[in-house]
């Protein structure tokens, strides 16, 4: 029985109010952000040869569609506004799931808005600059402004994302434009089929270590496609549309990131690739002179921008799933019936966010100090949920699963195995970006830690009156 004096959760409920385009919108959203302009250059640097290199991107989406395929399974099984936090709790239990919801909130998701929130400020910051401290105003401001939009409800903030993601994929679709100019004009150095086909080049002879780093760059640039899990219980249709929203979503975003590669090498060539700061800028440059600069500049702005706002709407959910089991939480569980959408969870996200960015400041990394604070949290988890698809399949074998993972257990243990690598990665290549002497990497770690002894404390008023709410279905 819960203190009466806790505040408790709405009786309000995600509805089904999303379509198969707004999903879509929300996942490709999330997953093209900031990466595609700035780990191209590191996948070259790493990789043998241009067709490697090719290759690796292929790869990328391969694996991100096996994990796709595990979550559609879960999603449409257990349909929650919760997500993995839904999964964790249901394949084991309560505690580990809080230990993910805290890690959603004060590491996973509030790092990635700060970490774009940094991106978005840098180069709107070349567009128009504000004088001192210039990024953090613009990151700041964007980080509030959209939260105010999702705040006004599910519909707006819907809205608002496919805006921001089809202004977000036609400028991937100028850089292969650019490309195609650089290829067919002779601006760039050669990258055409000649260099494609190299057995080698600017890498040097095939090395295993190196392709697996420039996998963990790869990975990292299609990180997010498993958000679409938390808004299940808001899909129209779910049972069918889930597995077309994943699969086409990643798809759409290989064949979006092959082509800019292909770009890229265009232009550059695999060796002006690996030597490149800003990819995408000097791409540009060379193809439509000093006026393309500023285009990318723009254009890396809207890829934060929609980024930001997709993840702010999936990640206030996990906080709401979180506020709906734990009674001392209760505030981030009122979900506001009319919205359509968990304001408190917003605002309490909005909030950690913007202090994330304070100590990315602190440490002088910005964007990279937040990449390797957040990584090694979240592959730990995402390993967890692909290891929950084989407790739930043992644990609960009659349970209804409108969609079932092919070649069980091969692509599910294909999938774990993936996770665990770039768990490994994320703590073993980390740089140098620190905060009172530990490496920010650790930091993350150290919270996640913390995690601990919040749910100690929280743990004492009991499990939330009104239950699992966000839970849809099963």
């Given at each position: 029985?819960?203190?009466?004096?806790?505040p408790q959760?709405?009786?309000?409920?995600?509805?089904?109010?999303?379509?198969?385009?707004?999903?879509?919108?929300?996942?490709?959203?999330i997953?093209?952000?900031a990466?595609?302009?700035k780990?191209?250059?590191?996948?070259?640097?790493?990789?043998?040869?241009a067709l490697?290199?090719m290759?690796?991107?292929?790869?990328?989406g391969?694996?991100?569609?096996?994990?796709?395929?595990?979550?559609?399974?879960?999603?449409?099984?257990?349909?929650?506004a919760?997500?993995?936090?839904?999964?964790?709790?249901?394949?084991?239990?309560?505690?580990?799931?809080?230990?993910f919801g805290?890690?959603?909130?004060?590491?996973?998701?509030?790092?990635?808005?700060?970490?774009l929130?940094?991106v978005?400020?840098d180069y709107?910051?070349?567009v128009?600059?504000?004088?001192?401290?210039?990024s953090?105003?613009?990151?700041?401001?964007?980080?509030?402004?959209?939260?105010?939009f999702?705040?006004?409800?599910?519909?707006?903030?819907?809205?608002?994302?496919?805006?921001l993601?089809?202004?977000?994929?036609?400028?991937?679709?100028?850089?292969?434009?650019?490309g195609?100019?650089a290829?067919?004009?002779?601006?760039?150095?050669?990258?055409?089929?000649?260099?494609?086909a190299a057995?080698?080049?600017?890498?040097?002879a095939?090395s295993?270590?190196?392709?697996?780093l420039?996998?963990?760059?790869?990975l990292?640039?299609?990180?997010?496609?498993n958000?679409?899990?938390y808004?299940?219980?808001?899909?129209?249709?779910?049972?069918?549309t889930?597995?077309?929203?994943m699969v086409g979503?990643?798809?759409?975003?290989?064949?979006?990131?092959?082509?800019a590669?292909?770009?890229?090498?265009a232009g550059?060539?695999l060796s002006?690739?690996?030597?490149?700061?800003?990819?995408?800028?000097d791409?540009?440059?060379?193809?439509?002179?000093k006026?393309?600069?500023?285009?990318?500049s723009?254009?890396v702005?809207?890829?934060?921008?929609?980024?930001?706002n997709?993840?702010?709407?999936?990640?206030?959910?996990?906080n709401?799933?979180?506020g709906?089991?734990?009674?001392?939480?209760g505030?981030?569980g009122v979900?506001?019936?009319?919205?359509?959408?968990p304001?408190?969870?917003?605002?309490?996200?909005?909030?950690?966010?913007i202090l994330?960015?304070?100590?990315?400041?602190?440490?002088g990394g910005g964007?990279?100090?937040?990449?390797?604070?957040?990584?090694?949290?979240?592959?730990?988890?995402?390993?967890?949920?692909g290891?929950?698809?084989?407790?739930?399949?043992i644990?609960?074998?009659?349970?209804?699963?409108?969609?079932?993972?092919?070649?069980?257990?091969?692509?599910p243990?294909?999938?774990?195995?993936?996770?665990?690598?770039?768990?490994?990665?994320?703590?073993?290549?980390?740089?140098?970006?620190t905060?009172?002497?530990?490496?920010?990497?650790?930091?993350?770690v150290?919270?996640?830690?913390?995690?601990?002894v919040?749910?100690?404390?929280?743990?004492?008023?009991?499990?939330?009156?009104?239950g699992?709410?966000?839970?849809?279905g099963?």
């Open positions: 029985m819960s203190d009466p004096m806790t959760p709405s009786a309000g409920r995600p509805r089904p109010t999303l379509g198969a385009r707004e999903a879509v919108a929300i996942v490709v959203g997953v093209i952000g990466g595609i302009f780990a191209p250059s590191l996948v070259a640097m790493n990789s043998p040869s490697w290199m290759l690796a991107w292929a790869l990328g391969l694996i991100s569609i096996i994990g796709a395929l595990c979550y559609c399974e879960l999603a449409t099984a257990y349909p929650s919760g997500g993995d936090y839904h999964f964790l709790h249901r394949a084991f239990g309560r505690k580990l799931s809080f230990l805290w890690s959603r909130f004060a590491v996973i998701t509030t790092g990635s808005i700060a970490l929130g940094f978005f400020g709107m910051t070349q128009l600059p504000l004088g001192p401290g210039s953090a105003i613009w990151g700041v401001a964007a980080v509030l402004l959209l939260t105010v999702n705040v006004l409800g599910v519909r707006q903030g819907a809205a608002i994302q496919v805006l993601t089809g202004i977000e994929v036609a400028g991937l679709v100028l850089v292969f434009a650019a195609v100019v290829a067919t004009n002779g601006l760039g150095a050669s990258a055409s089929t000649g260099e494609l057995a080698s080049s600017a890498g040097g095939f295993l270590p190196a392709f697996g420039a996998m963990v760059f790869v990292l640039t299609f990180g997010g496609w958000e679409a899990a808004i299940s219980a808001e899909m129209r249709d779910r049972n069918r889930m597995v077309p929203v979503s990643i798809l759409l975003i290989t064949l979006l990131y092959l082509a590669n292909w770009a890229y090498l550059l060539g002006g690739m690996s030597k490149s700061q800003a990819v995408a800028a791409l540009l440059r060379i193809s439509f002179g006026p393309g600069e500023m285009l990318i723009l254009m702005a809207v890829a934060a921008l929609t980024s930001i997709a993840t702010m709407m999936v990640g206030a959910r996990s709401f799933a979180v709906q089991d734990w009674a001392a939480l505030r981030l979900w506001v019936e009319d919205r359509g959408t304001v408190n969870a917003l605002w309490a996200q909005c909030a950690f966010a994330l960015m304070g100590l990315g400041i602190a440490t964007f990279a100090t937040m990449v390797e604070y957040t990584a090694p949290v979240f592959w730990l988890f995402f390993l967890l949920a290891i929950s698809l084989f407790v739930l399949r644990r609960e074998p009659d349970a209804p699963r409108p969609f079932r993972v092919p070649l069980y257990p091969v692509l243990l294909a999938f774990c195995l993936a996770c665990a690598y770039m768990l490994w990665s994320s703590l073993s290549y980390v740089g140098g970006n905060f009172l002497g530990v490496n920010a990497a650790w930091v993350g150290a919270v996640l830690a913390a995690g601990t919040l749910m100690a404390l929280v743990g004492r008023s009991g499990r939330a009156d009104g699992r709410q966000a839970e849809g099963t």
